[in-house]
């Protein structure tokens, strides 16, 4: 039973917008390609749970929680019985060691943040946020690698991790666990539901401005911003993609919006305009 569902960062909306609509450096892009890949990988986990999991289990997608000041966010939690899962799921791909409790990435035998240290302080974090208000479950992390073209040599022995080749089976254990919900598990839903906060994607944004960005209708299917009106059609100078001219400056006016929270539609449109004229035949 899905409780709460995905849905894309406001952050990684804005990346993607301004990834189309300016030239990014090398860092912004790969901070773009970052967000895009986890956030793949975790609608990747999504779908593997909704067409696997048919046991009585509460599920919480992407949930942002904040204790004495500290957040922590979980991608799914998993509520079922007297236990509760939280999974971080990580879209790693190639190979990969692991040596002295770090994992490394072959191709520059360097470090990359601990996914385990994550893991631990999101469950360390749940488990006090959650007595604070009396609720005593059982908590099971897990660290999930959803990518089949993952491997890491000199794996840990590690029974909080699942690889790829693992996942069936991991469903099938959440399947064979007995679970009745109840008003107790519900309540422990909404608990975590109703604490869920949002992160302004602003400061975590590179600079931008009016002038910097190319300006037009942005494509709905590669983004392209170079789309030229014919009478009631936009057509993507890029891809070929067409739609009603109605329905991309709605998608516009959003992107805008997005970008500058502060503006008022019909300046927003008079900006998209300023663009969208010159490319009209
Ligand atoms: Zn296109």
């Avoid at 986890?38 to 919480?60: C, H, K, P, Q, R």
């Avoid at 899962?85 to 879209?91: A, D, G, R, S």
């Avoid at 601990?114 to 604070?132: G, V």
């Avoid at 993507?236 to 970008?259: D, T």
């Amino acid at each position: 039973m899905l409780i709460k569902p995905r849905s894309e960062s406001d952050l990684l909306k804005i990346m993607r917008i301004l990834n189309a609509r300016m030239n990014l450096n090398e860092d912004e892009k790969k901070q773009y390609l970052y967000l895009k890949k986890g956030y793949e990988g975790e609608v990747a986990f999504d779908l593997l749970t909704a067409s696997n999991l048919n046991s009585e289990i509460y599920i919480l997608n992407d949930i942002m929680l904040e204790r004495n000041n500290s957040k922590f966010q979980i991608d799914t939690v998993m509520i079922v019985q007297n236990t509760i899962f939280p999974c971080e799921v990580k879209n790693y791909e190639g190979d990969y060691y692991y040596q002295n409790d770090e994992f490394n990435l072959c191709k520059i035998k360097k470090p990359i943040s601990n996914p385990l240290h994550q893991l631990k302080r999101s469950e360390t974090m749940l488990r006090e946020y959650l007595q604070d208000d009396g609720f005593h479950f059982h908590i099971e992390p897990y660290l999930i690698f959803i990518n089949p073209g993952f491997f890491l040599y000199q794996a840990p022995q590690n029974n909080s991790i699942i690889f790829p080749s693992q996942l069936s089976c991991f469903m099938k254990k959440l399947n064979s666990k007995p679970s009745k919900l109840n008003g107790m598990h519900r309540k422990l839903a909404d608990k975590l539901t109703d604490g869920h906060t949002i992160d302004s994607p602003y400061p975590k944004l590179p600079p931008y401005n009016y002038h910097s960005l190319q300006k037009g209708l942005t494509c709905g299917t590669c983004n392209s911003p170079f789309m030229y009106c014919c009478e009631r059609k936009a057509t993507c100078n890029h891809c070929g993609y067409e739609e009603e001219v109605e329905s991309a400056v709605v998608r516009s006016v959003g992107e805008f919006k997005l970008l500058f929270p502060d503006l008022k539609s019909p300046l927003i449109l008079f900006m998209i305009g300023a663009g969208w004229s010159s490319l009209e035949r």
